[in-house]
C-alpha cells in the first residue's frame, strides 16, 4: 500500500512539475523564432558635426544682429542627415581683449572653423596667428583686417562689401535730387558727417567717398561738423542734436556712415523741427527694414543696401568649403545697392 501511495505522490509530483514548467518554455520559444524572423536591424547612418565658432565684434549693432541671425539659420538650413552644424555664436562687447579669449576658448574647445567679425580689424595678425598653430581656417566678416594681414596664412579669407562703393552711393543720392542736396540755395552743401568707428575701413571710405561723389559731380561742399557715432543710434542722435542746434538752416545734409547712426539722427531733426525732404536731407547705408520704409515714406532721403543676406551666406559657404578641405579665394566681395 505504501510502495502504491509513494507512486501516486511521485506521479503527482512530476505532473505538477510539467505543467508549471510548460507556460514558462512557451513564449521563450515564441521569443526566439520572432527573433529568427525579424528582419536585421537598418544601420544608423553615420552623422559628422562639426564644430563652427563665430564671433561678433558686438550683439548690440542693428547690422550685425541681422548679420549673424542669417548667418545662423543658413548654416542650419544646409543640415542633411548625416551632416551637422553645431554652431556657437559669441558677443565680443566691443572688446577685443574679450574677443581674443573667446577664440581660445574655441580653439581649445576644438572648433573646426571661425568666422569672425573683429573687435579691432588691427588685432587680425593675433587671431590669424592662434588659427594657424591650431590649423583652424578663419573666415573674417565685415570688418577687414589690412592687405598684409591676409596675407599671413592661405586658409584665412575676408567676407565684405567694397565701402567705398557705398560711400560713392551715397553721395550720389544727394547728386541727384533736383537742387543737388544744396536746400537752403545758397550754392553749396553744407553738411554733417556722423562716422562710425574711425578704425573700420566702412567708416573711413563712407566718408571720403560720400563728399568725393559730391564733388566729382562739380557740387560745392562745405564740412560743419564730422564726429564719430561708433555705428550707434544713440550717438548718432546726440551728435546730430548738437551739429543742428550748432548751424541750424545751414545744415543741408546729414551724411551718417550707417542707418543704425541714421535713425538717431531722424529722431535729432524731428526735435529740432525740421522736416527730410523739405528743408534737410538725410541718408545712411545698411538698408535696414525700418530705413527702407522711411526711403518709401520719404522721411530718410536714401540708403544703400549693405547685403547681410548675400556676405552671410558667402562667408557660410567659404566656411564649408575650408571644412571639405576645399582652397577659398582671399577676398569676396558682395555687392552695394543704392535704395533712393
Ligand atoms: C555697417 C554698420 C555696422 C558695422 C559694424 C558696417 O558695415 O554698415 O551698420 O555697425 O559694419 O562693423
Redesign the pocket.
Known sequence: MKKILAFVLILALAFTAIACAAPAAAPAEEATTEAATEPAAEAAPAVTTYKVGVCI?KFD????TLYRQELESYLKSLETDTVKYDVTIMDGKGDMAEQTNQVDTFLAQGVDVLIV?LVQSSSAATITDKAKAAGIPVVYI??EPSADDMKAWDKICYVGADARQSGTYQGEIIASLPNKGDQNGDGVVSYVMIM?DPE?V?AQYRTEFSIKALTDAGIQVEELFKQRGD?AQEKGQELAANALAQFGDKIDVIFCN???MALGAYQAIVAAGRTVGTDIYLVG??ALPECVQMVKDGTMTGTVL?DHIGQSHTAVDAAVKYLAGETVETYLWVDYQKVS
Open positions: 565684434y549693432d542693428n547690422f550685425m567679425n565685415n570688418r562710425g573700420n566702412d555705428w550707417n542707418d543704425g547705408v545698411d549693405n
